[in-house]
């Protein structure tokens, strides 16, 4: 496992959350705002990596910042920009209107998001031990801190998420005024939603040969969720699942999940 994605930071001494406020607040409006306010996340709860974004509800996520090698930008964070955070668990949260939050990924993912292809081709790529994830909000978005511990650091947690949320009112309010003074992302020049993309990219690999429910299973499966948990989200028994999973393959033409998410990838980036 290739733990070298990430540009290496040391965390500062803990104790010292307040410490490094006046650095952040001198930083609005300028390049230095998320280096210091990184710093001063590290010194509630340490981590390694970061990938900040600006998620919206009907287009793709804006690049705000990451400390990501830049040999491994294309692999990690324009695979995420331009497909990954369609599968993401964090974004299924922003969608669901949670915001002014602290998370961990396994508090909020499906039940086989470890086991997807999904999370083996693009999590473990990117040597992911553990993410913590800030939701805070933006404009009709939110500004999503996905934090990072790489190989063998230990998981968040519980204490950790709790650290976070004691400080989520200033985490938001920073963030608002740096956006407010003039930061804020690119404007897209036409809005598609998130579950249009999805059904768009599901009838595009699968020449419009799936019915509405066999692109709602597929698209669980993709994110996810066992036979079982797909049974209890859509409303339908586990048997009736699992014809479902056969009938997609055969339509499709593919035998495994691994193909299923390689067809959904190569759809929504075409």
């Known amino acids: 496992m290739n733990t070298n994605a990430l540009i290496p930071h040391h965390s500062p001494p803990p104790g010292h959350a307040r410490a490094g406020l006046s650095r952040v607040i001198s930083a609005i409006n300028t390049a230095d705002f998320f280096p210091a306010m990184l710093d001063y996340l ?13 998620l919206h509800p009907k287009r793709p996520p ?3 910042y990451d400390n990501v090698r830049a040999e491994r930008h294309r692999e990690v964070v324009d695979q995420y920009l331009d497909t990954a955070y369609l599968l993401d668990p964090v974004y299924d949260v922003f969608l669901s209107g949670r915001c002014n939050c602290a998370m961990r990924l396994r508090d909020i993912a499906p039940d086989q998001f470890l086991r997807s292809t999904y999370y083996q081709r693009y999590y473990k790529n990117i040597a992911l031990r553990d993410e913590m994830a800030i939701l805070v909000p933006q404009g009709n978005g939110a500004i999503f801190y996905s934090l990072g511990r790489i190989g063998d650091e230990p998981r968040f947690s519980s204490r950790a998420v709790r650290a976070f949320e004691a400080e989520i009112g200033i985490i938001g309010a920073l963030t608002g005024k740096h956006f407010e003074r003039g930061h804020s992302g690119p ?8 579950d249009r993309m999805l059904s768009a990219a599901l009838d595009a690999f699968g020449e419009d040969i799936l019915t509405a429910r066999e692109r709602e ?3 669980l499966i993709l994110k996810g969720h066992s036979s079982a ?3 209890t989200v859509a ?9 479902h999973r056969k ?20 759809s929504v980036l075409s």
């Open 42 to 54: 590290r010194s509630i709860v340490p981590f390694s990596g970061a990938f900040i974004t600006h």
């Open 62 to 64: 804006d690049h705000i």
């Open 187 to 194: 404007v897209a020049s036409e809005a598609t939603s998130p």
């Open 217 to 219: 299973v597929a698209t």
């Open 229 to 231: 948990s797909i049974s």
């Open 235 to 243: 409303g339908i028994a586990v048997g009736t699942v699992k014809i």
């Open 247 to 266: 009938n997609i393959y055969r339509k499709l033409s593919i035998s495994s999940q691994s193909e299923l998410l390689s067809k959904f990838l190569r």
